[in-house]
């Protein structure tokens, strides 16, 4: 392949570096490797020379040809014609993959090379890297007119020249057979850098249509993607009725802090939530549980009641959310959360008994009444035994028809 690399030198017979500012094409070459990092310098570079780049790798996606990025924090979209949204700065080298099996072959060649220096709040096209267990997106593939855009991490230059030749070797050679998949090479007819500067009324006009669509349609992929990450995060609430131990933790303290209480994890080995709403205290015991809850529980929430006024010399309500039956689908759950035989040890203690699918019920009240908020937040603290509120879920869940069973 005949690759040209602009902001970093590229030790590699068929990569030749150009100055990002320089009047020579990148039409000429089949492929573009630009390192961000090496232009942030650049970024007081003249507007006229960022434009004439930007114009040109239009026409050269338009080509059906290959742009690689190795991403630093730099708004990529002031030189590329691909909105590619905002980019935060974070470093590390813990990846998750997340791709199609052409794009893991490539990944497996060049981990070993690369870390992250940035993650993107919102990715074009189709991510493929992310932060080790999170959602933030480090690379992507995107698809742009006839061509592609590589978003990847940045590319480590070792400092010896004889082991970076060596990366860089490893690196063409990977991307060489990966480009085979993305833009497989076929006959057409190549046209001269100059080529460009000529035209005629209905091509140009189409290209002016070719370029509003792709706008367009950039917005609206960045608008999917949005809306993707929106729905994401909302379905993470159904933990509060399918999940046990620490990932109900984490969702039980979202929801109290959305509710607008001060809500932290405990000490290990502690209460489970230390909350705080306008000068009340509470501790929380967070259970998930095959069956229903038990008066150990509530013993071990009075455990840490006791703790607390003892430590901090506070009065703290006790409150114990219980996810029961949390194997079963909804429609089944039909014994109830908390038995009899607990209720008298919670009520001479004053714990609020709530299960966690109540919990979610609550919150969705708060948000369709945000007036009722406060006093949602409060029935917390002041509820002695069973809460009655929200009781069936099947005044605020919708349920596919038909319900699902265990057989599901």
Known sequence: M???????????????ELEFSSSRTVLDFDAVFIDSAGLIDGQGQHPKAIEFRRTEFSEFLALGRTIVVFTAPLQLDVFLPVQTGSLRPISGRKFDFKGPDHLKSFWQSVKQDMQFLAYYETAPGKPFLFVSATNKAVA?????????????????????????????????????????????????????????????????????????????????????QTKASELECENSLKVLFTAKGDILVDAVITVLRELGAKADPGEPGRDDVVVEFEGKYA??????????AAESDAAQLEKWVAGSKEEKGKDAKGILFVNAYNETPLADRTEPVFPQQMLKYSTQREHCLMS????????????????RRMDLVN?????????QQFADWRGFLIADTPAPSKTD
């Open 140 to 224: 992507s593939c995107v698809k742009h007119g006839q061509g592609n855009l590589l978003l990847l991490p940045w590319f480590i230059p070792n400092s010896t020249d004889p082991i970076y030749r060596q990366q860089c070797l490893r690196f063409v050679s990977a991307f060489t057979q990966l480009n085979e998949h993305l833009a497989p090479h076929k006959q057409t007819v190549s046209f001269p850098g100059w080529s460009t500067h000529y035209g005629w009324e209905r091509e140009r006009k189409m290209r002016v249509n070719l370029t509003s669509l792709q706008e367009q349609a950039d917005i609206i992929a960045i608008q999917l």
């Open 283 to 292: 501790v929380v015991e967070v259970k998930g549980k095959k069956g229903s």
């Open 379 to 387: 029935s917390l603290f002041s509820t002695v035994g069973v809460c």
């Open 2 to 16: 005949n690759i040209c690399s602009l902001g970093r030198k590229f030790p590699h017979e068929e990569v030749k």
């Open 356 to 371: 966690t699918i109540q919990l979610l019920g609550l919150l969705l009240e708060a948000r369709a009444h945000p007036d």
